[in-house]
């Protein structure tokens, strides 16, 4: 009755794809552009994905989640998702069926009739259209929320900007990927489109990379609202409770704050926890985890493609009318 947080993802092959490699490289965030020293070492070097598990296959997957590289020479250059670190837990998938579903009205906002079709999970990172909510709620956490969920689901740097050589000023360097080597050493992957003159960069010997702050609570705040639209899902209503019109008014008051405005989490925000899972990715899963943690206690998380779990963020009565579990 009960599956563990496991399960095969599909592969391709993708031959003739090539991709640039990156380790110990000079960065600088956009807060602060000072380049490491001169004397750093710094390794580039491009190589042809010969396989690779990714979101080619399937949405939901990371992007080169794992992938096998033939490098110049013929060597064989191998990379994969982190194993996540922190507190251990070990988490059994509860048999609850997660199906679109109208309310009637948003579950954020409570305006009626709303008209936009909601991903949860967002989109971006392999979530299905499964009930509408008001184009307020849908569009400003999509612009401004979920993009900070994605880099985190990714282990994106995000969109860098790069300067280097007699190219003047800082160009478009693509999207960079943090990997790692079975040895444990950290890559970077660059995917998606860079400046022309890229190349000519990388040959002058030196780059300097401008990484994107990356805001940890808007991230929290994507996650958040991720968990309690699947809850809405798994009791096929939206719940009046206080904790319930607790979190609407945390993601209503930060989809109306000011583009530039500076905000703190509520400790009920804080409080819920974002794991992501070292079991292989199931694209589409959305599923009620029984939690089991090294000190015994026992608790319940929402798991979104078996990649990353969020705290069950309504009132824990709630569980009694999703699933009692057999355990």
């Not at 070492?41 to 939901?60: D, N, Y």
């Given at each position: 009755m009960l599956a563990e947080m496991s399960a095969a993802s599909g592969k391709m092959s993708q031959p003739n794809r090539t991709t640039n490699v990156w380790s110990n490289v000079s960065t600088a965030t956009e807060e602060s552009e000072e380049a490491r020293p001169d004397d750093e070492?710094?390794?580039?070097?491009?190589?042809?994905?010969?396989?690779?598990?990714?979101?080619?296959?399937?949405?939901?997957i990371p992007e080169l989640h794992q992938v096998a590289m033939e490098m110049e020479g013929g060597t064989v250059f191998e990379a994969g998702m982190p194993t996540p670190g922190g507190v251990e837990a070990t988490g059994r998938l509860l048999p609850v069926n997660v199906e679109y579903f109208d309310f009637g009205e948003c579950p954020i906002?409570?305006?009626?009739?709303?008209?936009s079709r909601e991903h949860v999970p967002p989109h971006s990172i392999g979530g299905n259209v499964k009930m509408l909510t008001c184009e307020r709620c849908n569009n400003e956490f999509g612009s401004r929320f979920e993009p900070q969920l994605q880099a985190w689901y990714e282990l994106?740097?995000?969109?860098?900007?790069?300067?280097g050589g007699d190219v003047?000023?800082?160009?478009?360097?693509?999207?960079?990927?943090?990997?790692?080597?079975?040895?444990?050493?950290p890559v970077l992957f660059q995917v998606g489109q860079s400046d022309p003159n890229f190349d000519r960069m990388i040959q002058s010997g030196r780059i300097?990379?401008?990484?994107?702050?990356f805001n940890d609570k808007a991230f929290r705040l994507a996650a958040l609202k991720s968990a309690y639209l699947a809850a809405c899902l798994m009791l096929r209503e939206v719940p009046r409770t206080e904790r319930a019109e607790a979190i609407r008014a945390e993601l209503m008051a930060a989809?109306?704050?000011?583009?530039?405005?500076a905000f703190e989490l509520t400790p009920l925000a804080q409080s819920i926890q974002?794991?992501?899972?070292?079991?292989?990715?199931?694209p589409g899963?959305?599923?009620?985890?029984?939690?089991?943690?090294?000190?015994g206690a026992a608790t319940y998380a929402i798991g979104f493609n078996r990649v990353f779990a969020v705290d069950w963020p309504l009132d824990p009565f709630n569980l009694l009318r999703v699933e009692t579990p057999d355990i």
């Open positions: 070492r710094r390794f580039s070097t491009r190589g042809v994905i010969k396989t690779v598990t990714g979101r080619g296959t399937a949405r939901g906002c409570l305006e009626p009739n709303p008209s994106s740097l995000g969109r860098v900007r790069i300067a003047p000023g800082r160009r478009k360097g693509g999207e960079y990927i943090v990997r790692v080597t079975p040895e444990g050493q300097e990379f401008t990484i994107p702050v989809r109306d704050r000011p583009r530039d405005g974002v794991s992501r899972t070292a079991a292989d990715p199931e899963e959305i599923a009620l985890v029984h939690m089991t943690h090294g000190d």
